[in-house]
């Protein structure tokens, strides 16, 4: 009887082991699932990429944008519950080439694809789009550019047709909706960027290069690709010189960054304005609380860099 009793206990030990361990594993491999409710879970790096995912998936994705808001994305590095998401999405897009290297290792540890971006997006002639910055490195902002934002909406088409070949239809239809958006907003741009005063722009984070290539623009950043590059007093006295050479009247900041750099710089300059451009890296809590979003963002930019530029106004 006692034996039987040990046998017995022994068993239901086992078994709370076993429904423990069901259970544990049940909840691992549902978690996500359970969280999106049948839909393909889709890890996005950061707010472009995760705003072309959810505007082309629509209503048969679950996006997880991997960088928090008001966070700075260069140089991310994920906390357990964000590297769960990024294994256990369907499908994952990030910028690749080093932009996130954190985020781009990690994704190598997924069993499902990753799409990395930048490498794929090439011109007319099948070259790389992707460019040197002034202080080396590739370039990552190719989101600024609406042309080139309408090919990463392609890639992430592209990647989600893939990943639900059923869905294929749909993304088809909804990027073609997003890529005619981006090319009114790409025609906004041309249009109110004509017959400007200068064409300097002289900006904190240099992260309006393709947007300057595209637009007939010159960028001067203060700092480099990174925000938190701090620049030497050299780079600000030859700024400095350009900017009253060129007759430049504003430095451009952002919210993410200290704008302590910009300011010192538009003092040395001899008293030039500061003003905020988003680099679209990610929505600020304002921004998100105000319901802006990447054309509402670009939209505001285009406004203060033809103000800057002295760009003629438009009806
Ligand atoms: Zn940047």
Redesign the pocket.
């Known amino acids: 009887m006692i034996r039987l009793i040990l046998i017995m206990r022994r068993w239901s030990i086992s078994v709370i082991a076993v429904v423990a361990a069901v259970s544990v594993t049940i909840a691992m491999s549902v978690e996500p699932a359970a969280a999106s409710r049948g839909k393909v879970g889709v890890a996005a790096a950061f707010y472009p990429v995760a705003f072309a995912a959810e505007r082309v998936g629509g209503a048969r994705v679950a996006v997880t944008n991997l960088t928090p808001v008001g966070a ?3 140089d991310l590095e994920l906390n357990s519950d964000q590297l769960d998401r990024l294994l256990g999405a369907k499908v994952a897009f990030v910028l690749g080439s080093d932009f996130q290297p954190a985020v781009e290792k990690a994704a190598d540890r997924r069993d499902g694809p990753t799409v990395e971006l930048l490498p794929k997006l090439v011109d007319a002639r099948g070259k790389k789009v992707a460019k040197e910055g002034q202080t080396g490195g590739l370039d ?2 190719v989101w600024l550019d609406p042309v080139l934002m309408s090919q990463l909406v392609g890639e992430v088409e592209r990647g989600l047709a893939a990943a639900d070949p059923k869905g294929a239809a749909t993304y088809r239809r909804n990027a073609q909706a997003l890529q005619d958006q981006l090319a009114a907003l790409d025609a906004r741009y041309r249009d109110r960027l004509t017959g400007c005063a200068r064409n300097l722009l002289v900006t904190s ?3 309006f290069g393709y947007l300057a290539t595209r637009y007939g623009l010159h960028q001067q950043g203060v700092a480099g ?3 938190d590059q701090e620049p030497d007093p050299a780079r600000l006295g030859e700024l400095a010189q350009l900017a009253r050479d060129q007759g430049v009247t504003t430095v451009f900041t952002e919210e993410t960054v200290s704008p302590r750099i910009a300011q010192t710089l538009a003092r040395d300059a001899g008293g030039l304005r500061t003003e905020v451009l988003s ?1 679209l ?1 990610s929505l600020s809590k304002k921004e998100r609380a105000d319901k802006a979003d990447y054309f509402s963002l670009m939209d505001a930019n285009l406004g203060k860099i033809a103000t800057a530029l002295g760009c003629p106004p438009r009806s």
Do not use: I, N, T, V
Request: overall charge negative; cysteine-free; charged content about 25%.
């Open positions: 700075e994305p260069h990552p902002h984070h240099e992260a690709l990174s925000p680099p890296e």
